[in-house]
């Protein structure tokens, strides 16, 4: 089995990080079998090691074969008089390159000079400068390796110290490979390149993906399997983004930037994961979404081309929907409306090409998910999208797995839900995956999001008005509304049926919360909605209840309720016994004394885990600060013995997310903080090449999972403990 890049350096360090001489296994110019110094005066090692450290990787890690690379390989510059252009390293397309190279050098056949130029792919440079001249390595060094290339596609190496930089020339343009560098696109300067990070070294590309860029193939799309797309990931995310904007262009453009539109897109994108997923299984099934250029410019509804796209694109739902019966059972799209099918035309053309199913899901999150998700979330419904790192974070504290019921009561796009799955590494049961909102177009993306991931058989649900305060799951996964006459005070498992609430070993949620949302009831019927929940008695009453027995005095009443407290009672009720939680509240819900009522309640009720305070601004649309509280539900004995022994709490101020809210035209987006070494200012790599976040989520988790084992064993067995 090949290795990665990184495992084959790791391999290089280990045989020679002490050898001071090396065998050379490439020819230097016309040379074979030469040796090279490893070594500094100082006894560090020199630029000869880390130059050949990469040869050896990209070899030994298969990316390369050695017969077409060279070392120390020299071009004419324009005057005869000139110093030869020094190549540190070359890579050919063709396994005749030396031949023609020696043919050049010794006998002055400048033929061959010119098959090395049409035939050169790869131009390499090796520092040892620890990142401190990139951009005059690209202007003054590698643009000129890439011009000594005829061919459309040449890729440039820079190689500085274990820091990998990626150049190409296409189409006479000067760029970063990956495009995720690219910071205006194809119309990026030298100063628009990123160059203070490096690639990570997966973006490294092989000798056939090369010579993909350079050779023109005629495709048949209607004999493609998964395997044949493209993943998307950074190296793609201008196109990717270029497509998702030209989806939106053509809805806005027929007026379907609405609900309609949604529907459709969302159907149509399920269909493309249905469409993947059965190829997978079925590898000699072709995949059916497509769309050839014919079929793409229609004259009219009638074209014959067009009536067979739409019934290829119909059989595949026909087939779908029986699989995808949740997401599928309503039709939105209409063939005999042209708007419609402009909007079909245009996501198949857009995404035909790329896969969903094998992309890496935080690229597919932050390319294709927040994208869409944003022309749809609702401001006036505190619908925000929670950031990554913070989903990733609390699901790795909270460590939903095997067997276990998971549900997110606010689920926007299913953040919490699908990372719980992914992360699980698939061992989660759909089945036992729930969540609930009260907009659906949200959980028609969810429901998306979670098809992706798992098999589709998550319980994404919409419930408008009051959403999953009133609304909750009962134990066949159907939606049960409590009952404000028999479920005051938070009293919910009396019922007037036979119905039983759902309880859930895992509650992960992000709800509305902030002085600016909180609940205000307008007429009766919030009020008595809102009467179910205990801790709008205690606050109405400051914390107070009534003593049984005694004369009852006129019930006060508070005029609003910050809508996290709410929502922190509803995920206790809904927990099992020994089940656990993990929420976003605002700061003041764990710190201020308006919510001392709340605080004393949930000490009354869990053992309260960790809490997490996070800095300002940690959302792009909401500048309230913020607290993660994760905590336990013992039964009434357990939890009394814990208080007894005064408990510990994990306590964290969390100051570094990795990222920071940054705006560009109008639009607020997460901007990345790379981790900086103070010795030479620059950013720091880890072992895979990737610049480093500057984030203190990991180390918290590592910090965290270890203070469980100094707890006590029902802690252990909740959180830690393998499923």
């Not at 089995?1 to 001071?20: L, P, R, S």
């Not at 090396?22 to 006894?43: A, M, Q, S, V, W």
């Not at 206790?572 to 929420?583: D, V």
Request: hydrophobic share 35%; glycine share 4%.
């Amino acid at each position: 089995m090949a290795c990665t890049f990184t495992e084959t350096k790791h391999e290089f360090d280990n045989k020679y990080g002490t050898a001071t001489e090396y065998d050379c296994f490439l020819p230097e110019h016309l040379t074979f079998g030469r040796k090279t110094n490893f070594k500094k005066k100082n006894g560090q090692p020199n630029e000869q090691y880390y130059k050949w450290q990469f040869l050896y990787s990209i070899v030994q890690s298969g990316l390369f074969t050695k017969d077409y690379i060279g070392t120390e390989v020299q071009f004419p510059k324009g005057n005869k008089s000139s110093a030869p252009l020094k190549l540190d390293g070359a890579i050919f397309d063709d396994i005749t390159w030396f031949d023609k190279y020696k043919d050049y050098h010794e006998n002055g056949n400048n033929e061959s000079l010119e098959w090395l130029r049409e035939h050169l792919i790869v131009a390499i440079e090796f520092k040892k400068e620890d990142n401190k001249n990139v951009a005059d390595v690209w202007d003054k060094q590698l643009k000129a390796y890439l011009n000594e290339s005829r061919r459309p596609f040449c890729l440039a190496v820079l190689y500085d110290t274990e820091r990998l930089y990626l150049f190409r020339k296409h189409n006479n343009k000067f760029l970063r490979y990956s495009d995720e560098f690219n910071t205006k696109g194809d119309e990026s300067k030298t100063k628009e390149l990123s160059l203070h990070l490096p690639d990570p070294y997966l973006n490294l590309p092989s000798f056939d993906d090369l010579l993909e860029w350079t050779e023109t193939k005629a495709v048949d799309r209607s004999k493609r399997a998964i395997t044949d797309l493209d993943i998307i990931s950074g190296v793609h995310s201008t196109q990717i983004n270029d497509a998702m904007s030209s989806i939106l262009r053509t809805m806005d453009k027929v007026g379907m930037v609405n609900q309609k539109g949604f529907e459709i897109l969302i159907q149509i994108l399920s269909l493309k994961i249905y469409d993947e997923k059965r190829n997978e299984k079925t590898p000699k099934r072709f995949l059916d979404f497509y769309i050839t250029e014919e079929e793409k410019n229609f004259k009219n509804l009638a074209d014959k081309t067009l009536q067979e796209f739409i019934k290829r694109i119909n059989a595949l739902r026909e087939e779908a929907t029986g699989i995808y019966y949740r997401i599928l059972k309503d039709n939105p799209l209409n063939v005999k409306n042209e708007n419609h099918i402009k909007v079909l035309i245009e996501v198949v053309y857009q995404f035909q090409d790329y896969s969903f199913v094998r992309s890496h899901k935080t690229d597919l999150y932050q390319l294709v998910f927040y994208k869409f998700a944003t022309p749809f979330s609702k401001d006036q419904n505190a619908q925000f999208v929670t950031p990554l790192p913070l989903i990733d974070f609390l699901v790795n504290i909270v460590n939903p797995r095997n067997g276990e019921t998971v549900i997110d009561p606010t689920v926007g796009i299913a953040d919490f839900l699908s990372v719980s799955y992914v992360n699980s590494n698939s061992k989660l049961d759909d089945n036992n995956i729930f969540g609930m909102d009260i907009d659906d177009q949200m959980v028609m993306l969810a429901t998306l999001n979670m098809l992706l991931n798992g098999d589709g058989n998550a319980k994404i649900k919409a419930k408008a008005g009051y959403g999953s305060l009133l609304s909750k799951f009962d134990h066949k996964g159907e939606i049960l509304d409590l009952v404000p006459t028999m479920n005051q005070k938070g009293n919910w498992d009396e019922r007037p049926d036979d119905n039983k609430l759902k309880k859930f070993d895992v509650v992960l949620t992000n709800p509305p919360f902030g002085e600016d949302r909180a609940f205000v009831p307008k007429d009766d019927k919030d009020l008595e909605m809102i009467q179910c929940y205990e801790l709008w008695h205690l606050y109405s009453n400051k914390g107070e209840e009534q003593p049984a027995g005694k004369k009852k005095k006129t019930v006060k009443q508070a005029s609003k309720i910050d809508l996290g407290v709410v929502f922190l009672e509803n995920a206790y009720r809904i927990l099992k016994e020994n089940g656990r939680m993990g929420i976003v509240l605002s700061n003041s819900i764990a710190s201020v004394d308006t919510h001392k009522i709340a605080r004393k309640w949930l000490m009354d009720k869990m053992r309260i885990v960790a809490i997490f305070d996070l800095p300002a601004n940690v959302f792009a649309e909401t500048g309230v600060n913020t607290s993660i509280i994760v905590a336990y539900k013992p039964n009434e004995k357990e939890l009394a013995k814990l208080k007894e022994q005064n408990y510990q709490i994990f306590a964290k101020d969390i100051q570094k997310v990795g990222y920071e809210v940054k705006t560009s035209k109008r639009v607020k987006f997460f901007s990345p903080n790379y981790k900086i070494n103070y010795e030479n200012f620059e950013i720091e790599i880890d072992k895979d090449g990737r610049a480093l976040v500057d984030e203190e989520f990991t180390e918290t988790v590592a910090d965290f999972k270890k203070w469980c084992l100094s707890q006590e064993k029902q802690l252990q067995d909740i959180f830690i403990k393998a499923k």
